[in-house]
Nanobody, 121 residues
Framework: VRLVESGGDLVRPGGSLTLSCTVS?????????MAWHRQVPGEVREFVAV???????NYSASVEGRFTVSRDDAKNTAILQMADLKPEDMGVYYC???????????????WGQGTQVTVSS
């Protein structure tokens, strides 16, 4: 199973950016939660948003109302739409997915390699 994020970029404060995460692998049976986290050097990785297989969402208080998470199950893709970006939103954004694989009893949480978001004027 492999997760690949894309869309990270340099954006001005108040700007918008959309991140994508695609999950691939021949053994995937289905994907449960898909989540986004972010990390700043020297700090712990923090939760940003999650979307369940039924489409229910949850956000950290710091991004609520500005970020929107969605998913396209036909493409095994999660999308994070970010608006009104602030300097404190800067960091490496990681995608994570709870994947159930064929022949494996339990689902497993996989991580992508991250994509850099820089918010600066």
């Amino acid at each position: 199973v492999r997760l690949v994020e894309s869309g990270g970029d340099l954006v001005r404060p108040g700007g918008s950016l959309t991140l994508s995460c695609t999950v691939s692998g021949a053994t995937i049976a289905w994907i449960n939660d898909m989540a986004w986290h972010r990390q700043v050097p020297g700090e712990v990785r923090e939760f940003v948003a999650v979307i369940s297989s039924s489409g229910s969402t949850n956000y950290s208080a710091s991004v609520e109302g500005r970020f929107t998470v969605s998913r396209d199950d036909a493409k095994n893709t999660a999308i994070l739409q970010m608006a009104d970006l602030k300097p404190e939103d800067m960091g490496v954004y990681y995608c994570a997915a709870d994947v159930k694989e064929f022949g494996v009893m339990w689902s497993h949480y996989y991580w992508g390699q991250g994509t850099q978001v820089t918010v600066s004027s």
